[in-house]
């Protein structure tokens, strides 16, 4: 591919996770990175060094280079509706860190600016592209399992309190959210992409360990519309911290991934996939476990990898992504009615979430 016929993209938000990005990136065919930004500069000028590419000290900056085509949004949370809003107007393509945004309207907003300019927008939920996950949806599509009755997702990782004090936007209700806002949401996605849409939760939340204003547990009952049932267990008071599992069980198969990949595969006739990674995946591996303890700095590349290689197919190919900006409002959707639920104690229907 000639670099004319290349996107030129740009990361916006240079702190943990912007890396990432610009690191995947370097391995997308049909992209190229060529700027970085971040309002503290001297972020921005690192990243940028390591890249050799054009360091910007704000978005406007960064939407003024011609050369930018497709801008990761990779600020706080609360940030992404508003930011990835810019970025459409100015007619680049949006790819929004997770969670959409931490609030519906933000990210209706965002949603609807990038129909209005005619951009792709994908919001980051790079699990999707984990080997067991796909393994998973494909032998649910094929109706493997039976008809499924009950899936449980649980995440027991750990974050220290230094994590909370690192930044003021950590923790706190209007840019970040909590366990279940922050890491829970990359189970809540795959719960949906795996199970379908959801009709009900009924959750409890509390700030366990933490000197924080949201939660770090939430432990979340889902009623599918399919009829079947689920749970979600999150927290970041967990010491160590564990990779994260998700269980679907049928009537004829019980399916275990840790970390995305298979632990355990069993079926009527035999267990076919039984602590053997085959085709479907390796076992956690040990940046997936030093991400569960710790968080971004330890995550593997190769997820990101694939979800931007997707995104950057998409916009060649003229059609949507992998995973949409509505499929990052309807996994929003659900947190914050669990986050009603937390309130109210009383289940809550996840399209009648209320405002923010
Ligand atoms: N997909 C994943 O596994 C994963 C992992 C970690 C973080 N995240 C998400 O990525 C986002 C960022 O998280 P992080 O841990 O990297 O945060 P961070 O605080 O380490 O980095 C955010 C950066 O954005 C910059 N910034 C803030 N406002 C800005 C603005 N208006 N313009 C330009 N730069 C701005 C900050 O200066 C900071 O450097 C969050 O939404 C988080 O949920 C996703």
């Known amino acids: 591919m000639?670099?004319?016929s290349q996107l030129g993209a740009a990361v916006l938000g240079c702190g943990s996770?912007?890396?990432?990005h610009a690191e995947a990136l370097a391995d997308v065919e049909g992209a190229r990175l060529v700027a970085v930004a971040d309002?503290?500069?001297e972020r921005a000028h690192s990243l940028a060094g390591r890249h050799g590419v054009t360091a910007c000290s704000s978005i406007d900056e960064l939407l003024a280079l011609p050369e930018v085509d497709l801008v990761c949004v990779c600020t706080p949370s609360g940030t992404h509706g508003e930011l990835g809003s810019q970025v459409a107007r100015a007619g680049k393509h949006v790819v929004l860190e997770k969670p959409v945004d931490v609030s519906l309207k933000a990210a209706d907003g965002v949603i609807a600016a990038c129909a209005a300019e005619g951009v792709v927008v994908s919001v980051i939920s790079q699990h999707r592209f984990d080997a067991g996950v796909i393994a998973l949806k494909e032998a649910l599509r094929r109706g493997d399992l039976g008809p499924v009755v009950l899936a449980e997702a649980r995440a027991w990782w750990y974050r220290a309190q230094s994590y909370y004090d690192s930044d003021t936007w950590r923790g706190t209700a209007a840019l970040d959210g909590g366990a279940l806002m922050?890491?829970?949401v990359h189970l809540v996605d795959l719960l949906i992409h795996l199970l379908g849409p959801v009709r009900s939760v009924y959750a409890r939340g509390k700030t366990a360990a933490h000197k924080m204003e949201c939660e770090d547990l939430a432990l979340v009952s889902i009623e599918f519309e399919s009829g079947v049932l689920g749970s979600l267990c999150v927290t970041t008071a967990s010491y160590p911290g564990a990779p994260e599992t998700l269980a679907v069980t049928g009537s004829s198969a019980t399916v275990v991934l840790e970390a995305g990949s298979v632990l355990s595969w069993q079926t009527d006739e035999r267990s076919a996939y039984d602590l053997d990674p085959g085709p479907h995946g390796?076992?956690?591996?040990a940046a997936s476990a030093a991400s569960a303890a710790a968080g971004s700095r330890h995550l593997a590349v190769t997820a990101h990898r694939a979800q931007l290689q997707d995104v950057v197919d998409a916009i060649h190919e003229g059609r949507p992504p992998a995973v949409t900006g509505a499929d990052?409002?309807?996994?929003?959707e659900l947190v914050r009615a669990a986050y009603d639920s937390f309130c109210?104690?009383?289940p809550v229907h996840v399209n009648g979430a209320g405002a923010p």
Not at 17 to 20: D, N
Not at 282 to 285: A, E, I, T
Not at 328 to 332: D, S, T, V
Request: hydrophobic share 25%.
């Open 2 to 4: 000639s670099p004319a």
């Open 182 to 184: 922050n890491q829970g």
């Open 282 to 285: 390796s076992g956690p591996s």
């Open 344 to 346: 109210s104690g009383q």
């Open 328 to 332: 990052g409002r309807e996994a929003l």
């Open 17 to 20: 996770i912007g890396p990432l």
């Open 39 to 41: 309002v503290r500069p």
